[in-house]
């Protein structure tokens, strides 16, 4: 008993049980995502049980190391010098990542990089605004658990015990790797043990931080397929039009929050709904990312987010690719691009300066950002989209701009004065989705005077969505849903498209308008094509989805793991693969094809 006693063994349970706790803190922080009954209680057991195979590898890693450490220090301060930063990281990045995944749909991984860097312009405290209590609680438990833990950890120096200490370290190197395997357990071998709807519970934030560091460009699904030349696009013959394009990517405007939910539930864009009545409106849009980054080169260059980072972030956004920009300024655009804060911000303006943008417009080239900076991200979107407007009247035509709004994004802020104007809903989101719908509106409005307007096609969408209500929109394929317009009165009628399109089809639609004439290698299509099947594919959480046409198919690095039927399932709670086996090989297919044509574009 004495040598079990000073082993490392208590130690490392008593790490498993605190870890755990970290995970069923994150399931008590987003009950509604996994969509609990009775009927999945095993695909919950098989994610906790998963789970802590996991957690035994950042108890090696990470604990251990202490373990040993401590054993050989007496001075009390100092261990407990040594054992509080360790438990403040833990319990604090894991109620960072219970925050973070309402907002985001995904756990802490790459993007807690991008928070401390600042890239997103938006710090980690943002997520403990207001939760004063919360912070007051990490701190007191981090303080009563490296009291516990010292505690625990005795002091030795005898060669026997050292001997059996080394032996169940050995012993836990082992376990930890996943036994005899030729590579060690990961993250992204859960979906090889856990459901698909319940594969975010079982991952550990910790090791997510630590693979995203060492490997943050990973999907092994990728990393098995050879390259496949893309089809070049070129439109039907006709003469070339000079449309005037705006693109407004509204912030966090996911497809919940407007009147394409089917009335599922209430909806906060009344402008947007009244101006879907004038509009090309594609029904079954999705974005090709979760982030804001994600949403630039989607809809700007087509290229989807289809690794464990954001393409803009990586070595290939250097490669100059075939872009809106640099494609219509062979036939004589201008462009810009328009986005209230800083102008570093998420890397948008070195991008899209070397894909072909003319003019970058930030919270730099803003005239007032003194009296419109909203406190934490940039500028309120109403003053910005009445600058952006009368910017774009300064514009030579024809011209191609895009415009980010940012006022609907996390934490939320609506200026004082427009406090009571929306509806507060019943999540932090709704109200400031009001603002921006409103701000949209007053937009459109001011544009309607100017000279180019009845030459403008506005195309309108969303970057992604953010926290939801229902479940359907937290599954694999509904938190990319997003509303998708065209409006352009003068020049398209009114009509509805129904087929999956994402944002990489805006760039080949575009194309499609002008009646480009050369051959462009481009990954989507246009959203008026119907000669090509229509459909999105995204990297959730390690697994690899292909959606299209109401049909969601998962694939994991060998096989497929789940399909549904989102016309007759939306919350994606019966999987019916073994149903549809040809269907889900055609999707398979589709989706390996895709890939690899992707693969070809970017290298």
Same mark, same amino acid.
């Given at each position: ?79 407990? +010098? ?21 907002? *985001? ?9 991008? #928070? ?7 710090? &980690? ?10 912070? $007051? ?10 009291? @516990? ?6 002091? =030795? ?11 169940? $370290? ?20 859960? +979906? ?21 560091? %060492?490997?943050?460009?990973?999907? *092994? ?99 100059? #690719? ?27 303006? =070195? ?11 930030? &919270? ?71 603002? %921006? ?34 479940? *359907?929109?937290?599954? +694999? ?13 003068? $020049?398209?009628?009114? =009509? ?14 575009? &194309? ?33 989805? $292909? ?9 994991? &690095?060998?096989?497929? @793991? ?14 019916? @693969? ?8 055609? #999707? ?16």
């Amino acid at each position: 008993m004495r040598y079990l006693r000073e082993s490392p063994l208590l130690y490392v349970l008593f790490t498993l049980m605190l870890l755990m706790l970290m995970r069923l803190w994150f399931l008590s922080q987003n009950p509604h995502f996994l969509h609990l009954t009775s009927s999945n209680s095993t695909d919950l057991a098989k994610a906790l049980l998963f789970g802590l195979r996991l957690d035994l590898i950042i108890a090696f890693y990470l604990f251990l190391p202490v373990f040993i450490i401590l054993s050989f220090i007496r001075i009390h301060w100092l261990r407990f +010098a040594i054992a509080l930063p360790i438990c403040l990281m833990v319990i604090g990045v894991s109620a960072i990542d219970a925050a973070y995944f309402r907002y *985001a749909k995904e756990r802490l991984g790459f993007d807690f990089w991008n #928070l401390i860097k600042g890239e997103n312009n938006i710090s &980690l405290s943002t997520y403990f605004d207001g939760e004063i209590v919360g912070v $007051i609680i990490i701190l007191l438990s981090s303080i009563l658990i490296s009291y @516990l833990l010292i505690k625990l950890i005795p002091t =030795s120096r005898k060669s026997s015990q050292l001997l059996i200490n080394l032996a169940f $370290i050995l012993f836990t190197f082992f376990i930890a790797r996943g036994g005899m395997r030729s590579r060690p357990l990961r993250s992204a071998d859960a +979906a090889s043990h856990v459901s698909t709807n319940f594969i975010p519970l079982s991952l550990n934030p910790l090791l997510l931080l630590y693979e995203a560091k %060492t490997n943050p460009n990973t999907n *092994a699904y990728l990393d098995q397929l050879t390259t496949l030349e893309v089809d070049s696009f070129q439109p039907q013959s006709g003469e070339l039009t000079r449309y005037n394009f705006v693109v407004v990517i509204l912030e966090s405007f996911g497809k919940e929050y407007t009147a394409l939910n089917h009335n599922y539930a209430l909806n906060y864009t009344p402008n947007l709904n009244r101006l879907m009545e004038q509009s090309v409106v594609c029904t079954d849009a999705y974005s090709n990312g979760l982030k804001s980054m994600d949403a630039v080169p989607a809809l700007f260059s087509g290229i989807p987010r289809l690794t464990s980072n954001a393409f803009i972030t990586s070595p290939n956004s250097l490669k100059k #690719l075939p872009s809106v920009f640099n494609t219509l300024k062979t036939v004589g655009y201008h462009s810009s691009f328009f986005h209230g804060a800083d102008n570093n911000t998420m890397g948008f303006r =070195s991008f899209l300066m070397s894909q072909g943008l003319g003019a970058y417009f930030g &919270l730099d080239e803003y005239p007032s950002k003194d009296e419109d900076f909203d406190g934490n991200w940039g500028i309120y979107d109403v003053p910005y989209l009445e600058y952006v407007a009368n910017q774009l009247n300064d514009q030579e035509q024809p011209f191609c701009s895009g415009v980010f709004t940012l006022s609907s994004h996390h934490p939320y802020t609506v200026p004082s004065e427009y406090a009571d104007s929306f509806p507060s809903g019943s999540l932090k989101i709704h109200k400031s989705i009001g603002y %921006t719908d409103f701000a949209l509106a007053r937009f459109l409005e001011i544009c309607s005077k100017m000279p180019w307007f009845d030459n403008t096609i506005f195309i309108i969408t969303a970057d992604h969505s953010s926290e939801n209500s229902l479940h *359907a929109y937290r599954t +694999a394929s509904g938190k990319y849903e997003v509303p998708l317009l065209l409006y352009a009165p003068s $020049i398209l009628k009114p =009509s509805v498209i129904s087929k999956t399109v994402s944002h990489c089809d805006v760039f080949p639609t575009i &194309l499609d308008l002008v009646n480009f004439g050369e051959p462009t290698s481009i990954l989507g299509s246009s959203i008026f094509d119907t000669s090509n099947q229509s459909m999105v594919c995204h990297f959730d959480n390690g697994v690899n989805y $292909i959606t299209s046409n109401g049909w969601s198919l998962g694939v994991d &690095l060998n096989s497929a @793991l789940s399909m549904y039927n989102l016309q007759k399932d939306p919350n994606c709670l019966d999987n019916v @693969l073994e149903d549809f086996p040809n269907s889900a090989n055609r #999707l398979n297919h589709a989706m390996n094809t895709y890939y690899r044509k992707y693969l070809s574009l970017i290298e």
